[in-house]
């Protein structure tokens, strides 16, 4: 019974989607472009004047940047929450995104278009 637990449990890995990995970060004409491994999903969480994108048990290099967009100056940061990952968004304005994805090579690019509110 053992064995048989342990080969479903193997088997169950092979079948198991990878997790979820953010591989690149980068600004665009409009926003953040984001590059994952898998198709994301990502909830919206406005929170005290920020925009934050969490990503349920993803992994990948936290990182930070700075955006120049007609709106203003947009800091960005990729950061851990404990199995998740943050993806937080700071403007001196209130910000609204507008989440585009696509398959690219086998891979998924995000763009993260970003407004005022």
């Keep these: 019974m053992l064995i048989a637990f342990l080969v479903g449990m193997m088997i169950?890995?092979?079948?198991?989607?990878?997790?979820?990995?953010?591989?690149?970060?980068?600004?665009?004409?409009?926003?953040l472009q984001l590059w994952f491994n898998r198709e994301p999903q990502a909830l919206a969480e406005p929170f005290d004047g920020a925009l934050r994108y969490r990503f349920e048990?993803?992994?990948?290099?936290?990182?930070?940047?700075?955006?120049?967009?007609?709106?203003?100056?947009?800091?960005?940061?990729?950061?851990?929450?404990?199995?998740?990952?943050?993806?937080?968004?700071v403007s001196p304005r209130a910000l609204h995104g507008d989440w585009r994805g696509s398959e690219v090579d086998g891979r998924w690019r995000v763009q993260l278009a970003l407004r005022p509110e």
């Design 12 to 31: 169950g890995r092979v079948f198991d989607p990878p997790r979820l990995r953010i591989e690149d970060a980068h600004s665009w004409e409009q926003g």
């Design 57 to 89: 048990d993803a992994y990948g290099r936290v990182r930070d940047g700075r955006l120049e967009l007609s709106l203003g100056l947009v800091n960005w940061r990729i950061e851990r929450d404990g199995r998740d990952l943050l993806l937080v968004l």
